[in-house]
């Protein structure tokens, strides 16, 4: 098991697709041996809107109609209830012990438990029609929880490697090169790991990075990190990413920016603060 890692968490909420998600964070429960929870989060905005006089909603074969408090919440514990079947189901498949709550939002930074968890979250919502789709929330979940956050977008059996990007060294980069190396063992192998010019520049980047990563069965090789964002997505997709890991504090990058960078990208996404 990864240091420090004791459970993986699953978020789930009426809107997600939520079957990548629990398939990939039960896979990475088992082969840590650890717990998998689920928490499905209540939209307590849509809950509140049905409290409304005015609130109305448009129905297949029925037209409009008032949007009721009493409705709403039908609705999302039938949704509930579907994860929780979901989950267990994927969970007893992996042979992965498992648990499940419901809580209201707004999510907040306690909500997924404790400083030891792992979080994997569907990046993609269901379709609305044939092209619909509204946005997502695990961007704005990504700057409330400290966490190390998976966006989860290709099944399990795809290929590719394991890109990291690390902007420090220290502590917190040899975390993420732990997580990561565990990661990339469990998929293909092989890791990359670029870091910014004034780091990847030393000496002994590359020692430091073989002295951190060894014991670990990875294929590895390290360069610089474009600065130029276009550039980077372009090197990230001739190295055929599977999983991207980026490092973060509070300092950095707001969701906005790392959506940007990753938007047009296909592979999952990693942050570690």
Same mark, same amino acid.
């Given at each position: 098991?990864?240091?420090?890692?004791?459970?993986?968490?699953?978020?789930?909420?009426?809107?997600?697709?939520?079957?990548?998600?629990?398939?990939?964070?039960?896979?990475?429960?088992?082969?840590?041996? #650890? !717990?998998?929870?689920?928490?499905?989060?209540?939209?307590?905005?849509?809950? *509140?809107? @049905?409290?409304? =006089?005015?609130?109305?909603?448009?129905?297949? *074969?029925?037209?409009?109609?008032?949007?009721?408090?009493?409705? #709403?919440?039908?609705?999302?514990?039938?949704?509930?209830?579907? @994860? $929780?079947?979901?989950?267990?189901?994927?969970?007893?498949?992996?042979?992965?012990?498992?648990?499940?709550?419901?809580?209201?939002?707004? &999510?907040? !930074?306690?909500?997924?438990?404790?400083?030891?968890?792992?979080?994997?979250?569907?990046?993609?919502?269901?379709?609305?029609?044939?092209?619909?789709?509204?946005?997502?929330? %695990?961007?704005?979940?990504? @700057?409330?929880?400290? $966490?190390?956050?998976? &966006?989860?977008?290709?099944?399990?059996?795809?290929?590719?490697?394991?890109?990291?990007?690390?902007?420090? *060294? *220290? =502590?917190?980069?040899?975390?993420?090169?732990?997580?990561?190396?565990?990661?990339?063992?469990?998929?293909?192998?092989?890791?990359?790991?670029?870091?910014?010019?004034?780091?990847?520049?030393?000496?002994?980047?590359?020692?430091?990075?073989?002295? &951190?990563?060894?014991?670990?069965? #990875?294929?590895?090789?390290?360069?610089?990190?474009?600065?130029?964002?276009?550039?980077?997505?372009?090197?990230?997709?001739? /190295?055929? %990413?599977? /999983?991207?890991?980026?490092?973060?504090?509070?300092?950095?990058?707001?969701? +906005? +920016?790392?959506?940007?960078?990753? +938007?047009? /990208?296909? %592979?999952?996404?990693?942050?570690?603060?």
């Amino acid at each position: 098991m990864t240091q420090g890692i004791e459970r993986v968490v699953v978020p789930l909420d009426a809107a997600t697709e939520t079957s990548t998600a629990i398939d990939t964070a039960a896979r990475l429960a088992a082969l840590w041996r #650890v !717990p998998l929870h689920g928490v499905f989060i209540e939209d307590e905005e849509l809950i *509140g809107l @049905a409290g409304l =006089p005015f609130a109305r909603q448009v129905t297949l *074969g029925t037209g409009l109609e008032p949007l009721t408090k009493d409705h #709403v919440e039908d609705q999302l514990h039938a949704f509930a209830e579907r @994860a $929780r079947r979901e989950l267990g189901a994927v969970a007893n498949r992996h042979d992965v012990k498992w648990s499940f709550e419901v809580a209201r939002g707004p &999510l907040a !930074p306690d909500t997924l438990g404790g400083e030891h968890d792992f979080v994997v979250a569907g990046a993609a919502t269901r379709p609305i029609g044939d092209h619909f789709r509204v946005s997502s929330r %695990c961007w704005s979940w990504i @700057a409330i929880i400290a $966490r190390p956050f998976l &966006l989860a977008r290709r099944e399990w059996e795809t290929g590719g490697s394991v890109v990291t990007l690390l902007r420090r *060294g *220290g =502590p917190q980069s040899a975390r993420t090169l732990d997580v990561a190396a565990q990661i990339a063992g469990f998929y293909s192998g092989t890791l990359t790991v670029a870091g910014t010019p004034d780091l990847a520049g030393s000496d002994d980047f590359a020692a430091w990075v073989s002295g &951190l990563l060894e014991g670990h069965s #990875v294929s590895l090789q390290t360069e610089f990190a474009a600065a130029e964002p276009a550039a980077l997505r372009q090197r990230i997709i001739e /190295l055929d %990413c599977r /999983l991207l890991v980026l490092e973060a504090s509070e300092k950095d990058a707001q969701p +906005e +920016e790392l959506r940007e960078l990753v +938007e047009h /990208l296909a %592979c999952d996404v990693l942050i570690i603060r």
